[in-house]
């Protein structure tokens, strides 16, 4: 169960006499992630034969490692003004890289029964709210193939403004729009996204979740100022159905000019820039004439006491072109199988095995991994 306290005991340092009141609650939660893992890759074509293993503890597998705030005050008639504050977590070393401070999700906003939900701040696009099918983890992630569905930072918006339509009858909206910048001036290198303004950002999704059926779909277009590249855009549309023995889910999107909040370059699976055989660039964002499409199939059913989960992601692009990588380029597989057992309502067991081959469109980089490993929720 959630620690729900009240906020001035929970920050009792920053406490004044007024700030304790009934109507006020803060929530302190997290995920703990942790275990064994093995991967190894081989790259074999030509005189660039290439065999990266490793093994040992590995964090925030099924889920990222966390801790975080959520708050909420009463404002009468159903209002609420809401907040949420949310850190990485690294078991292994406590690195935090990218993640330092609450930059997994930090926003404020109101909240109304009747109304919907407004936020601002830094948080996920419509393509992670509205992804509904089973899902894999690691390199058999569906955000290995799919651009703006996984938790990467190209998901994670800064300076946006987001509203989250009430529930009707199982069916929510989502629209947010990322203003590119934060009212200051940051000068960057040429050509170059991550340093320079990132330009404005839309992301809009529709899903429908009511019984055995959920349907999502999202689309989401991000400008880019530098140079002269067109706008990236990624959009997707999938569907689950509960059999009850076995649960269906399918997947189809594509990517335009880059692949937006993309979790699958291989230098991002493999960590190690040895595996940037061909310009990452190409894919992640300043090619103008990029373009994929992007295939899942996932498959969940309950067995013995825990959920056997299957799944299959696939992606196509024009890489091949003679004017880009060429033979050197191929299209994506993984595929993967996982087991979680559940000790209780808040702690789980899980094991899991993939196998990819072309990873990143490397043509002939394939990998294998394999671990164990628990997670616990507070």
């Known amino acids: 169960m959630k620690k729900t306290l009240l906020a001035a005991a929970l920050l009792a340092g920053f406490a004044t006499a007024g700030v304790a009141q009934a109507e006020t609650s803060v929530t302190l939660y997290g995920i703990l992630d942790t275990g064994y893992g093995y991967q190894n890759y081989k790259f074999d074509r030509g005189d660039a034969d290439i065999t990266a293993k490793s093994s040992g503890l590995r964090d925030g597998t099924f889920n990222g490692s966390r801790w975080g705030l959520k708050g909420s005050e009463d404002l009468g008639d159903g209002l ?5 504050l949310e850190a990485h977590v690294n078991l292994g070393n406590q690195s935090s890289g990218a993640h330092s401070g609450f930059m997994r999700q930090s926003f404020v906003g109101l909240s109304s029964d009747n109304w919907g939900t407004f936020t601002m701040g830094r948080q996920y696009s419509a393509g992670v709210d509205t992804f509904l099918v089973p899902n894999g983890v690691n390199l058999g992630d569906a955000d290995k193939v799919f651009g703006s569905t996984g938790l990467g930072e190209g998901t994670r918006v800064e300076n946006s403004f987001k509203y989250v339509t009430p529930d009707l009858s199982g069916f929510k909206a989502v629209l947010m ?24 950002r839309v992301s809009v999704g529709a899903l ?54 993309w979790n699958g370059s291989a230098s991002q699976i493999i960590g190690t ?106």
């Open 208 to 261: 429908y979740a009511n019984g055995p059926i959920g349907v999502g779909a999202s689309y989401d277009r991000q400008s880019v100022t530098a140079g002269d590249n067109d706008a990236m855009t990624s959009w997707q549309i999938n569907g689950a159905y509960d059999f009850e023995v076995v649960k269906l889910g399918l997947a189809y999107g594509q990517d335009r000019h880059g692949k937006l909040g």
């Open 80 to 84: 609420r003004a809401i907040f949420q």
């Open 177 to 200: 729009y990322g203003t590119g910048d934060d009212g200051s001036t940051t000068v960057g290198r040429a050509n170059d996204v991550s340093f320079a303004d990132r330009g404005s």
């Open 273 to 378: 820039t040895a595996f940037d055989l061909v310009d990452p660039t190409d894919v992640l964002g300043l090619d103008n004439d990029f373009k994929s499409n992007n295939y899942h199939v996932g498959l969940s059913a309950p067995l013995a006491g825990g959920t056997l989960y299957a799944g299959w992601n696939y992606s196509t692009s024009n890489l091949d072109d003679s004017d880009k990588w060429g033979d050197a380029a191929g299209n994506i597989s993984t595929y993967q199988l996982n087991y979680v057992y559940p000790l209780s309502k808040r702690t789980s067991l899980y094991t899991y095995a993939s196998y990819g081959k072309n990873i990143g469109y490397v043509k002939d980089l394939k990998g294998t991994e394999a671990g164990v490993g628990l997670n616990h929720k507070f």
